[in-house]
């Protein structure tokens, strides 16, 4: 069962333009959502993340939306760089009985960027 | 600089030897996971540690142990009994559970 979705393994965009990329979720209880980036061979960077009492959060070219409603977040990516080709992961984490959090991360959005 | 340093970066072994991986960081973290990622499929938990002396399974603990004896390290053994051990293991840390989590550069483990 995911809990965390992110439904397109890939997607490409120009150089200069927006990147979107989605993730969806199940659980209610998720309270902390972050964004992660990961080149080939390397462990993932932490890029963004946002808190269940924020609708938006927003770091330079990175801004990350999330739709509690619909359990849906998004990062924007503006502008894209070719720099930005990695693979995004998106990771939510929820407090557990025991009082500890686990987080549960997406498959990951390969992002290509065209010069 | 402060990190998180995984080695070695590749690791071969024959099946149905035990193997250690090492994780060390410098960052005062108290929190530290370690995670596998198969292609296609996202980072999986599969020990995460509060603090020193504890430890708790994640999602996919069969086939390894850990140990915290020290706030820098931990290691992850795959013993004999994973019966799938090839695959990127990442080691992360974070200053407490639910904060956000650095990762380290990962080690590529081929089972042959």
């Known amino acids: 069962d995911q809990q965390v979705k992110q439904n397109s393994p890939s997607l490409s965009v120009q150089e200069g333009r927006i990147s979107i990329l989605n993730c969806d979720y199940t659980?209610?209880?998720?309270?902390?959502f972050l964004w992660y980036k990961k080149y080939p061979a390397e462990g993932p960077t932490f890029l963004i993340s946002?808190?269940?009492?924020?609708d938006k959060n927003e770091d330079g070219r990175f801004t990350v939306f999330l739709n509690k409603s619909a359990k849906h977040l998004s990062l924007h990516i503006v502008p894209s760089q070719p720099g930005d080709s990695a693979v995004y992961f998106c990771?939510?984490?929820?407090?557990?009985?025991?009082?500890?959090?686990?987080?549960?991360f997406g498959t990951g959005t390969r992002l290509k960027v065209l010069a | 600089d402060g990190g998180i340093t995984q080695s070695p970066k590749y690791l071969f072994r024959k099946e149905g030897q035990n193997v250690t991986l090492s994780c060390e960081q410098n960052?005062?973290?108290?929190?530290m996971y370690w995670y596998r990622q198969d292609p296609g499929q996202g980072l999986r938990l599969i020990y995460y540690?509060?603090?020193?002396?504890?430890?708790q399974k994640g999602d996919i603990a069969e086939g390894y142990s850990v140990s915290r004896e020290k706030k820098e390290s931990f290691p992850l053994t795959v013993t004999s009994a994973q019966k799938n051990p090839t695959a990127f293991y990442l080691c992360?840390?974070?200053?407490?559970?639910?904060?956000?989590?650095?990762f380290g550069q990962g080690t590529r483990l081929t089972v042959v």
């Open positions: 990771a939510a984490s929820a407090p557990q009985a025991s009082g500890t959090y686990k987080y549960i």
């Open positions: 960052l005062n973290h108290d929190a």
């Open positions: 946002i808190s269940s009492i924020k």
């Open positions: 659980n209610s209880m998720f309270d902390y």
């Open positions: 540690s509060q603090i020193v002396n504890d430890f």
């Open positions: 992360a840390s974070s200053m407490s559970l639910g904060m956000s989590t650095f």
